[in-house]
T-cell receptor
């Protein structure tokens, strides 16, 4: 039973560039959430997708956008990258409301 | 006041002893709580979920929830060196508000 998979594992970009991160949820899960984790901090909620719609959004600028596909996989796009966007980006999937979220291995994004 | 607060540690516990990790939360609308373990450089791994007041045991782990006191704890019995990690406490309101709100984590070191 495959867990949550994310790609790529690592990414290096420069300021002003754009990036796309990808996530496939755990089998049977239909909800995908994205989090940003800075060093030494807990993950911060970016947004959540369900039925191909953004259901909920955290306190992130609209440079952060996403998409969910019919097979429940998801993408996170970040435009006009800033140095402060350097972080571990985590995708989590879940099945239904009020259910545990299971995380992928994350994408470590470094902005130079 | 942060929504979820944890003592950042580090917390050092001798091998074989009980490790006690604590978490408080400010939003009484939070319904469910989760403990994640995160090894250095890795993603969070779900180890316990708790939804109602009282204790929940799973192997060497016991989660405790007291909604009146807005307090969540995790006890690890017979601590092993492999338990050395950062432990993240997260709350969830549920029923449409599905974002996990994390504390900053407590770093636990088990001393052989």
């Amino acid at each position: 039973d495959a867990g949550v998979t994310q790609s790529p594992t690592h990414l290096i970009k420069t300021r002003g560039q754009q990036v796309t991160l990808r996530c496939s949820p755990k089998s049977g899960h239909d909800t995908v959430s994205w989090y940003q984790q800075a060093l030494g901090q807990g993950p911060q909620f970016i947004f959540q997708y369900y039925e191909e719609e953004e259901r909920q959004r955290g306190n992130f600028p609209d440079r952060f956008s996403g998409h969910q596909f019919p097979n429940y996989s998801s993408e996170l796009n970040v435009n006009a990258l800033l140095l402060g966007d350097s972080a571990l980006y985590l995708c989590a999937s879940s099945d239904g409301s009020n259910q545990p979220q299971h995380f992928g291995d994350g994408t470590r994004l470094s902005i130079l | 006041q942060k929504e979820v607060e944890q003592n950042s540690g580090p917390l050092s516990v001798p091998e074989g002893a009980i490790a006690s990790l604590n978490c408080t939360y400010s939003d009484r609308g939070s319904q469910s709580f989760f403990w994640y373990r995160q090894y250095s450089g890795k993603s969070p791994e779900l180890i316990m979920s708790i939804y109602s007041n009282g204790d929940k045991e799973d192997g060497r782990f016991t989660a405790q929830l007291n909604k009146a006191s807005q307090y969540v704890s995790l006890l690890i019995r017979d601590s092993q060196p492999s338990d050395s990690a950062t432990y993240l406490c997260a709350g969830l309101k549920g029923f449409g508000n599905e974002k996990l709100t994390f504390g900053t984590g407590t770093r636990l070191t088990i001393i052989p």
